[in-house]
């Protein structure tokens, strides 16, 4: 079994080599190939990755190419987590937006519609590759923004494209903790968007276990969202949201902590990555004790700002390990042998959420097994829920459609239409100040 890691030279590819070198089953993967247009990074990844195989017999073997093609040639799995503009570009991102006031996140508001803009061209070239060289692969995408970024694949790929992100799954664990439920045995009633979703109930053994927590504030303060929303507007919306959810409800504190940071998120990755990658050209460092401090000091301090206007704390120990590497292990198990799981993805909607048209990439529980990934029917979302992933959507098309075209008008129609965008002068500025900054968006005439 053949897995091909687009974006091979990245910080968390060691997460999911090493998810794989857990995996002792049949048909596991046994043969990795990593792709990224750096040699420097591949090189640097290559190292850990040794390190983490040196103890372990019979661990998959790793090449690694420059060569598009050639990685993708022979794939039956293929990683996608590729960032184009690098993160100098999620800085930039985050630099231009807060300069308009406005939100910068990498997948929110006006930065994601950015860094959406430059990567939906690669990612489509790069579908349209899958489709001529390795029609029987499947393609897990991790590249952000992600809903919008695997429906862009899907248009070249239908369902062999699955989006896969790690909140909601981290939602649902935290959840099924504080209720004392096994993550395993529960249902997690959870749907929206890629990073703008809620989780509506909690089922175990076909009991809605959610009103229990919602009913007690206690229990309700104890978790990640309970601190960061704040327990009475969890109890008000009578569900939990995605902790992305956060720049929507508390916008205006969120857009104002991240103008006052002296370095932004992206700033800090940015630094903080170019340290990593640079103690990778020592010989006799150890590259899997500085991957590991940097990852850990990069998952302690993930959202700090928002947990700051919060007043939520630290992290909580059990939540600094995400799961990402998980989900995408889970599902190409799920898939490659026909162990049928319930996962939640990022697919077609084909009628799960009937606001929404059958192509619109959502995220929703899918039913897993070798024919691919099945959403699962869910209730329908309140209307306030219904308003934003209606206007977000529509925006995720708009962008679609200027990455098409290489349309600037399509463009700024794209940035005035999102609900975090509260002017059409500042979606203009924006689309000005991008291109000044983003090579990758010069195609925009
Ligand atoms: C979560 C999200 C991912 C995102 C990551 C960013 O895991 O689900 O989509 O890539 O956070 O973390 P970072 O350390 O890059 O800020
Ligand atoms: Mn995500």
Redesign the pocket.
């Known amino acids: 079994m053949k897995l091909t890691i687009l974006g091979g030279g990245g910080f ?1 590819v060691p997460l999911v080599y090493g998810a794989l070198l857990t995996d002792r089953g049949e048909g596991r993967v046994t043969e990795v190939v990593l792709h990224d247009l750096d040699d420097s990074r591949l090189y640097a990844v290559a190292r850990v990755l040794a390190e983490q195989a040196a103890t372990v017999p019979d661990a998959p073997t790793v090449t690694a190419t420059t060569d598009l093609d050639e990685a993708l040639r022979g794939a039956d799995f293929i990683f996608s987590a590729i960032r184009v503009g690098g993160l100098e570009g ?1 800085a930039n991102d985050e630099r231009v937006a807060l300069a308009e006031g406005v939100l910068g996140q ?2 929110v508001g006006a930065g994601g519609i950015a860094y959406g803009l430059r990567t939906v061209p690669v990612a489509v070239d790069i579908a349209r590759r899958v489709a001529r060289l390795a029609p029987d692969a499947w393609v897990i995408n ?1 590249t ?3 809903g919008l970024v695997t429906e862009a694949m899907s248009r070249h790929l239908g369902d062999r494209v699955i989006g896969i ?3 909601p799954v ?1 939602l649902g664990r935290r959840i099924a903790k504080v209720l004392g439920a096994n993550p395993r045995e529960a249902f997690i009633d959870y749907v929206g968007l ?2 703008l979703g809620w989780v509506r109930g909690l089922r175990v053994a076909g009991r809605d276990e959610l009103p229990r927590l919602l009913a007690d504030p206690d229990l309700l303060g104890s978790f990640e969202e309970g601190k960061l929303f704040g327990t009475d507007w969890l109890q008000s919306l009578g569900a939990i949201p995605n ?2 959810l956060h720049y929507y409800y508390f916008n205006r504190e969120t857009v104002r902590a991240y103008s006052e940071v002296e370095r932004t ?2 700033a800090f ?1 940015r630094d903080q990555q170019a340290q990593f990658y640079d103690e990778m050209k020592r010989p006799d460092a150890s590259a899997l004790t500085v991957w590991d401090r940097t990852r850990a000091e ?2 302690a ?3 700090s700002e928002n947990r700051e206007t919060a007043g939520a704390g630290e992290r909580d120990a059990d939540d600094l390990s ?1 799961g ?1 590497e998980k989900v995408a292990l889970a599902l190409m198990r799920a898939i490659a042998r026909d162990e049928r799981t319930t996962l939640i993805l990022n697919v077609r909607n084909q009628g799960a959420l009937s606001v929404l048209d059958t192509d619109a990439v959502i995220e929703v529980p899918c039913l897993v097994d070798a024919n691919g990934a099945h959403p699962v029917a869910v209730d329908p979302l309140p209307d306030h829920a219904t308003g934003l992933v209606c206007a977000v959507k529509g925006v995720e098309r708009e962008v679609l459609a200027a990455a098409e075209s290489g349309s600037r008008t399509t463009a700024v129609k794209a940035f005035a239409l999102h609900p975090l965008v509260d002017s059409v002068n500042v979606a203009r500025r924006l689309v000005e100040g991008y291109s000044e900054v983003h090579p990758g968006l010069a195609y925009l005439k």
């Open positions: 968390r999620r990498e997948t991790f952000n923004p992600a992100c790690d909140s981290g890629n990073h902790e992305y998120r992206g990755l990069r998952e301090t993930y959202m995400g990402y």
